[in-house]
């Protein structure tokens, strides 16, 4: 799996856009960009994954750079819940044949302020 | 639908003892893995059991064990605890040959040992 780097934390005003950074220079063609999160004392929650394109669900956005070098999770009106750790992942993708293991780095500390 | 279930969210032992740790998956997920997670070395990858056989062990002693039933419920064993085995211990279940998503991860049992 490619190694990533993430800031140690970072600060967001409720109501504000969260912008989360990843660097996975080293990523290969056939690599996933994953996002989880995990809010204290619980398990990771999947948060959204991407190959090249962008990715939107109902929780957050997902960019990746053209020459997808790096990314951004952007959660688009922080709340006072989205308070946790984020963890960018990258790695191929899941299949029946493959290891079902995840490399988990030291993440991002988000906190989301009144 | 039902999540992961882990059972029990907390237990204290003695050290030198044994522990049983249970994981429910969702229903119709047969890849389950566990996960240790201490504040010094962070999340790291235990086991991952796919129809009742061990598919990938990350790099823990032999104290480490476990299995996985025909039902897909999976339980890992500690023998001879250490104090530095108090972690949460994490469960995640996933879909053979479903969306590339991953996991679901339950919300842990907090071992301590004293």
């Known amino acids: 799996d490619a190694k990533t780097t993430q800031p140690t934390s970072m600060d967001c005003a409720e109501g504000r856009a969260a912008n989360l950074p990843c660097n996975h220079s080293?990523?290969?063609?056939?690599?996933?960009v994953y996002w989880y999160r995990q809010i204290h004392s619980q398990g990771p929650q999947y948060i959204i994954h991407?190959?090249?394109n962008n990715e939107t669900n109902e929780m957050a956005s997902l960019i990746i750079t053209e020459d997808r070098k790096s990314s951004t999770l952007i959660l688009p009106h922080a709340t006072l819940r989205d308070t946790a750790v984020y963890y960018c992942?990258?790695?191929?993708?899941?299949?029946?044949?493959?290891?079902?293991?995840?490399?988990f780095g030291k993440g991002t500390k988000l906190s989301v302020i009144p | 639908k039902a999540g992961v279930t882990q059972t029990p969210r907390y237990l204290i032992k003695t050290r030198g003892q044994q522990v049983t740790l249970s994981c429910s998956p969702i229903?119709?997920?047969?890849?389950v893995s566990w996960y240790q997670q201490t504040p010094g070395q962070g999340l790291q990858f235990l086991f991952e059991?796919?129809?009742?056989?061990?598919?990938n062990k990350g790099n823990f002693p032999g104290r480490f064990s476990g299995r996985q039933f025909s039902n897909s419920r999976s339980e890992m064993n500690v023998s001879t605890l250490e104090l530095g085995d108090s972690a949460l211990y994490l469960c995640a279940s996933s879909l053979f040959g479903g969306p590339n998503y991953g996991y679901t991860f339950g919300s842990g049992t907090r071992l301590t040992v004293v």
């Open positions: 992942i990258v790695r191929v993708p899941f299949s029946g044949a493959g290891s079902y293991q995840l490399t």
């Open positions: 991407g190959l090249k």
């Open positions: 229903s119709g997920h047969r890849s």
């Open positions: 080293t990523i290969s063609g056939n690599e996933y």
């Open positions: 059991y796919f129809s009742e056989t061990q598919r």
